[in-house]
């Protein structure tokens, strides 16, 4: 299939699974119409990047569904000047949204192959302001914060202290939070630090592994 093919099917997801859904942030939407998503998938599974669905990936993980990736990057309401953390760099999808909508990203991924694959293909595409981190996510990663917005992408059974810390004032955070059943938790800190947690959807992660 060729490019055209492919940007046609993100249109018809863009309509059918993001606008249709409220998504109304027009860097969200712009950025979920540019970024390839077939070519962040398993090449067995191209033909099925645009459905309305998650997607399994190597390493036993998965590639969100992208109406779910909408939804969160929303909630985060970037600017383009953001400093951005993300932690489950995955496929590295996310990440690609995320640097179209912002200044630039850190993201955080604990399986070597999975963060070499992704830090490759990034690349490879040409996303320059992605920094790619081999490490452990409940730890964040100093050396950059702190970051204006933080994203997690895999459920912790609680909000870790370390990103609470490297969130700036009036910064915002999205985190799925639980164990079997999880919620995505909006933490927002206010220009004097004061934190506040709020609610949100219900959705399915894998973990976010302690150790
Ligand atoms: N955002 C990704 C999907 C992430 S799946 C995408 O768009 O493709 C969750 C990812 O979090 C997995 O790659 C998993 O290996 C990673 N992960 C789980 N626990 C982690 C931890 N403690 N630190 C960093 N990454 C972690």
Redesign the pocket.
């Known amino acids: 299939m060729d490019n055209d093919l492919y940007s046609q099917l993100r249109e018809k997801m863009v309509q059918l699974q993001i606008l249709s859904r409220g998504i109304a942030d027009t860097k969200v939407l712009e950025a979920m119409r540019k970024v390839p998503r077939h070519l962040?998938v398993p090449e067995g599974l191209i033909e099925l990047a645009y459905l309305d669905c998650a997607l399994p990936?190597s390493?036993g993980?998965?590639?969100?569904q992208p109406y779910i990736?909408a939804y969160m990057t929303e909630r985060l309401q970037l600017k383009m000047s953001d400093r951005v953390l993300?932690?489950?760099?995955?496929?590295?999808?996310?990440?690609a949204i995320l640097s179209e909508a912002s200044s630039c990203v850190v993201t955080?991924?604990?399986?070597p192959e999975?963060y070499q694959s992704a830090k490759v293909r990034l690349e490879s595409l040409g996303y320059d302001n992605v920094t790619c981190i081999l490490?452990?996510?409940?730890e964040g990663f100093i050396p950059e914060s702190p970051y204006d917005k933080i994203i997690v992408?895999?459920a912790a059974p609680f909000i870790p202290d370390a990103l609470i810390s490297q969130l700036s004032p009036n910064g915002r955070m999205i985190i799925p939070v639980g164990s079997g059943s999880q919620e995505l938790i909006l933490v927002t800190k206010d220009e004097n630090g004061e934190i506040k947690e709020e609610k949100d959807l219900s959705v399915i992660?894998?973990?976010?592994?302690?150790k």
């Open positions: 962040f990936t390493n993980q998965t590639i969100s990736v993300e932690i489950g760099t995955g496929t590295g999808y996310q990440t955080v991924e604990r399986i999975l490490g452990n996510g409940y992408t895999a992660f894998v973990p976010l592994v302690e």
